[in-house]
């Protein structure tokens, strides 16, 4: 196994990019804030959660912040949800196994009375979820087992699925302290979904900071090829910079085949052998513009979405949005515009007043050419 693990999270050593993310969630913690960090396919949700877990548990050990904050990581792939009581101890558990490792050093944490949640049957499991934190903030309040909790939900998406809406309401207590009294953080991370459920005025989860990835800029790409092949000469970096867009995945898939060659590097080559995963990525980001809706991508009757990308792409070069709507005779397009900045296959910046888009990311706009000439 190389240095470019492209089919998992990257934590520590691995992980790159993403300072000024970081930096500002585990600041915001200490004034209990809580985050929706989102993004499109594979743009790096899941190693962020993954190292802000890393990040606290170290600040726990070091104790290089006075309030205690622990994390709690739920991943919603795994809760069962068939059953109410199996679900409640799923979480029961993740905060009991959280806390406890949290205070190894300390002592542990303080003998719990007989917990209901672990008999056959408890006859309102969520009700007896919310007693049980209550009580074990009781417990540990003035003792060096005391915390603050920071829950980390990844593939939040599916807390908006009719089996989950005992957990959304659940989690949107935990932001909104009304479970415990003590700040609790929430971070969650998810795709399109979670996007769009803020648009919505009586969002579940209003309460949260959004904090959208995008793609990494230049420095972060030219930092991440560095790091594993260190001889990589600059010219193929800007290649590299010039096909992915600076999308991590695509990025990383590409810099796995390379740390496998030989120099001088055939960047060709590369593209061909991670061609498979890069078309399932690319496919996945049409999935998220087209979100159920089966939009038509040709002729007069396109949707504005592929109206602005092929623009985007025919114009090769930084666009100014209103020129963009001027052009099209569609207003507004931020939001779309906003979209593809969310999903990482455009660039987007200020120029003076003038709002500017890029279609940067060169495989991308390859792949999407071909797909709508089938």
């Known amino acids: 196994m190389g240095f470019y693990n492209f089919n998992k999270p990257v934590v520590g050593g691995r992980f790159f990019g993403r300072s000024a993310a970081l930096r500002t969630i585990n600041d915001g913690f200490s004034m209990g804030r809580s985050y929706a960090i989102g993004g499109g396919s594979k743009i790096g949700r899941t190693s962020i959660l993954a190292q802000l877990h890393q990040l606290l548990r170290e600040q726990l050990i070091t104790n290089k912040k006075q309030t205690r904050q622990t994390p709690i990581y739920i991943d919603m792939v795994n809760v069962p949800h068939k059953i109410a009581l199996v679900t409640v101890k799923y979480y029961w558990e993740a905060l009991i196994r959280g806390a406890r490792s949290a205070t190894v050093d300390s002592g542990g944490l303080p003998p719990m009375p007989e917990n209901p949640l672990l008999q056959k049957r408890c006859p309102e499991p969520w009700k007896t ?25 990844d593939n939040a998406d599916l807390l908006f699925e009719p089996v989950h809406e005992e957990e959304a309401v659940f989690i949107r207590e935990l932001m909104t302290n009304e479970i415990s009294h003590d700040h ?42 560095r790091a594993g092949i260190p001889q990589l000469e600059p010219q193929i970096i800007e290649q590299l910079f010039a096909l992915t867009g600076g999308h991590p995945y695509a990025l990383q898939r590409l810099l796995a085949v390379l740390e496998m060659q030989y120099p001088p590097y055939n960047i060709e080559l590369a593209v061909t052998q991670a061609e498979n995963d890069l078309t399932n990525l690319w496919q996945s980001v049409w999935d998220e513009i087209d979100f159920g809706r089966d939009l038509n991508y040709s002729g007069t009757y396109a949707a504005p979405e592929h109206l602005l990308m092929q623009l985007l792409i025919e114009t090769n070069s930084p666009i100014e949005l209103r020129n963009a709507e001027r052009e099209l005779g569609l207003k507004p397009l931020r939001e779309v515009a906003d979209l593809f900045e969310y999903l990482g296959i455009v660039q987007r910046g200020i120029l003076g007043d003038a709002r500017m888009v890029n279609a940067n990311v060169t495989l991308w706009n390859t792949w999407y050419r071909q797909r709508v000439r089938e």
């Open 184 to 225: 609790t953080s929430v971070v969650l991370a998810g795709g399109r979904m979670l996007k769009e459920s803020f648009t919505d005025i009586d969002s579940p989860f209003k309460a949260a900071r959004q904090y959208n990835l995008g793609l990494f800029n230049e420095q972060e790409c030219r930092n991440l090829c």
């Open 129 to 153: 979820l919310r007693e049980q934190i209550n009580q074990l903030e009781k417990l540990t309040v003035g003792t060096s087992a005391w915390s603050h909790y920071v829950w980390l939900i």
